[in-house]
């Protein structure tokens, strides 16, 4: 693809977007779909509350590390080979998480099927980026991130009734089942939307890297993208503390405010489809990280002036997930479109970053064991903070922009 503006039939035919999202959410769904499956897994296994914890643990570290593999991988041999082998080990590992016998076993195995289900992450944005011009790609990220948080809500759901009826085990055969749907379906649906190249060097890619980190642009996208769209993860690993046992809400109604939190990320992601085109990409991060801090601040006041409640928090989180679930396909897109010859590595480092900071943000409420809140408010003030300080820091729209290649 040409670096200058090319008209629209230039791009390569883009997949249904139906299949990007099934691919996609190959890498995220197992995940949350496995939670409520923690306490009877440990059971069964013998294992301690930590070292079942270490399943959840691996996942999100094999996530992260797999994003560096499969966007280099990709730009080497092409999007749709790689896809379907990433998809392929993720249902074996799937299998063989469904049969482990040790707690060991399961873990070794649920960090093979991150490693393969994250093939979808990354490659289902790069096959978009392929096949879409920067308005329409903005649409299409939205979308797959509304879908995204739509799953992170029902997939808890899910699990329970697998484990309620069929007992832990079963969410991997039916993960499995699942994944070799999506796998014929990507086999029969979506063709290459990138040449592979026969020039493959390994400095090349790590010079890719280096060149991407380099890039002020790529990192203040990438740095305001990751600490707005998962500074969250320091209130969802804290929520539990905060909502049920501070605050006394239900664990049915806690069911409902997690599900009220989706809506404010849905809602938000509808609002940037609906912008992309009309405003500029730096003009709605930066507004979208205003309104993090404006939500920040209200929840530091509460929390000063000793009036934590249900409205207290709850209003101000899905403020901020609002304000997340509009930064998020902005931030993704401008990121992808800093360097068009490396878009899978940057989709591979942008999503890396983005799960190591959310990482970052859940240990920071463990920094505070006895009351998370202090913590957790710290964290998204800190996140919303980064992220206007980021995105404050992009060149505005007309003025020059760096166009570095590493080929």
């Given at each position: 693809m040409s670096e200058s503006e090319s008209p629209t039939p230039s791009f390569p035919r883009a997949p249904a977007l139906f299949i990007l999202v099934c691919v996609t959410l190959s890498g995220t769904f197992p995940l949350h779909v496995f939670i409520p499956a923690l306490p009877s897994a440990a059971r069964d296994l013998r294992a301690s509350t930590s070292g079942i914890g270490l399943t959840i643990t691996l996942y999100i570290v094999g996530l992260s590390i797999g994003q560096l593999i499969y966007g280099p991988l990709s730009d080497r041999?092409?999007?749709?080979?790689?896809?379907?082998?990433g998809l392929l080990l993720f249902a074996l590992a799937s299998v063989a998480a469904a049969f482990a016998p040790t707690l060991g076993t399961l873990e070794l195995a649920r960090v093979a099927q991150a490693l393969g289900g994250c093939s979808g992450l990354v490659l289902g944005r790069a096959i978009a980026r392929d096949s879409s011009g920067s308005t329409s790609l903005i649409r299409r990220l939205a979308t797959l991130s509304i879908a995204m948080a739509i799953a992170t809500a029902v997939a808890p759901i899910i699990g329970a009734q697998i484990v309620e009826h069929f007992g832990w085990r079963s969410i991997f055969v039916a993960l499995s089942i699942v994944n070799?749907?999506?796998?014929?379906?990507?086999?029969?649906?979506?063709?290459?939307?990138?040449?592979?190249?026969?020039?493959?060097?390994?400095?090349?890619?790590?010079?890719?890297?280096?060149?991407?980190?380099?890039?002020?642009?790529?990192?203040?996208?990438?740095?305001?993208?990751?600490?707005a769209t998962t500074g969250i993860y320091a209130f969802l690993s804290a929520s539990?503390?905060?909502?049920?046992?501070?605050?006394?809400?239900s664990a049915r109604a806690f069911g409902f405010a997690y599900c009220a939190l989706v809506v404010g990320l849905a809602s938000g992601q509808t609002t940037a489809k609906r912008l992309a085109g009309s405003v500029s990409a730096r003009t709605a991060l930066i507004v979208a990280s205003l309104i993090m801090v404006a939500a920040s601040l209200s929840l530091l006041v509460s929390y000063i002036c000793n009036s934590l409640s249900i409205v207290s928090v709850m209003a101000p989180m899905i403020v901020m997930f609002f304000a997340t679930g509009l930064a998020s396909p902005f931030a993704i897109s401008s990121a992808l479109d800093v360097d068009q010859s490396v878009v899978g590595a940057?989709?591979?480092?942008?999503?890396?970053?983005?799960?190591?900071?959310?990482?970052?943000?859940?240990?920071?409420?463990?920094?505070?064991?006895?009351?998370?809140?202090?913590?957790?408010?710290?964290?998204?003030?800190?996140?919303?903070?980064?992220?206007?300080?980021?995105?404050?820091?992009?060149?505005?729209?007309?003025?020059?922009?760096?166009?570095?290649s590493v080929a």
């Open positions: 041999y092409g999007r749709r080979p790689v896809l379907l082998s070799v749907l999506v796998l014929l379906a990507a086999w029969a649906m979506v063709a290459e939307t990138h040449p592979a190249s026969r020039d493959f060097k390994v400095s090349r890619y790590l010079k890719s890297y280096l060149t991407l980190l380099r890039s002020p642009t790529f990192i203040a996208h990438s740095l305001g993208g990751a600490s539990p503390f905060i909502l049920e046992s501070r605050l006394g809400l940057a989709a591979g480092l942008y999503g890396c970053l983005q799960m190591g900071y959310g990482s970052l943000c859940t240990a920071a409420v463990g920094l505070s064991p006895n009351d998370p809140t202090i913590s957790m408010i710290g964290a998204l003030l800190v996140s919303a903070a980064i992220a206007w300080l980021s995105f404050n820091a992009v060149p505005r729209p007309g003025a020059p922009v760096e166009r570095r």
